[in-house]
């Protein structure tokens, strides 16, 4: 907050500038009313139109009496596909919470109230704004130190903001007896970010990574409740409304009050902004997941490389076992005709040793005969 509305330096540039005849004279043209009520409806908020005026300024003057003759229509925005996603996007909120700064950051406020107007009625839903915002807007209308526009749409959106609480779409939150907006919405968040699902938009980051740290606290308390036994649950202090996960979820608003959502990545441990998609506020960063990713290609690459060292080893031991039980064989084959052989040569020369000693014996016979 204190950041975000710090006086920017007064630039010396060459301003493209436009007269103050010009400027009415566009401004009355626009809007269908006469000159007289274009620069009184200017000056009640404080503008004062000099002989030259930036041109940058314009748009300021154009939300100015926007605002003040509560013709909004010029910051809805026609695509009807945007406002489903924006139904889609705010349907599941039980609360939807709006903190100062993105309430007067440029014409951001009147953009996303414009657009929401028509889903918070269907769904009868209301945008809950703190007292506190009320009184640090008014605060800022004075302020001298403050930039000129912050000054002027400090001025002029309590009168927007007390008109949508008429028309019910806006509930003025009790701050509580906390001095520190901030604060406050933690210790809210905490009693009931359990029972509802809560929307913040905020442009504080700080304020946004406190409540994304929270809201996974709160999940993971959840998930553990659910591992406990069913007669631990039973015992335990848990109501039927937590029987639903409920979430957080923390957005900014940006150009043409479109929502942001702010994510913490679990890995680098900082926060970023994105598109408003259903589901945790942990997620990994676009260059977390890039290296994780890089990191899991170079480990398949080792592991590939691994497996294929491995099947090659397996390979050649198969191979050298072939080899082996080729070489056995190839000995038992030998040995066995090598063992027939002796065998066989055994026998002769025992058959050739027995005809031998027969032939001897009947020699032998023979010559005692003779
Ligand atoms: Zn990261």
Known sequence: MANFLRRTPPKKQNVETITSENTVDILSSEFKLNKEKVSSILRSVGINLEAQNPVGELELYREVIASKIGDRSRFLNPDEAYIAELDEQLRSFDEIYIDTAPIIQKDWF??????AESILKRRKKKLIILEKTLEELHGLKDN???DKEVRIRSTIRPDLIRFLAKRGLVRIGDTGSQGIADDHLVQLFTQIGSKRNLLLITQDRGLSERIVRLSAELEKKEAEQEELPWFRRLFSRKSEETDTTHRMVVCKLVEEGKLKRCYICPECNESYYDDLHDCEGMVLCGRCYLNLKEQEAKQEAVNKKQREAELQAEEERQKRMEAEEARLEYERSRDTVENRLRTKRGKVFHISLIV??????????LLLVL
């Open 144 to 146: 001298q130190e403050k």
């Open 110 to 115: 009147l953009h996303f109230v414009t657009n």
């Open 356 to 365: 031998l000693l027969a032939l001897l014996l009947i020699l032998l016979i």
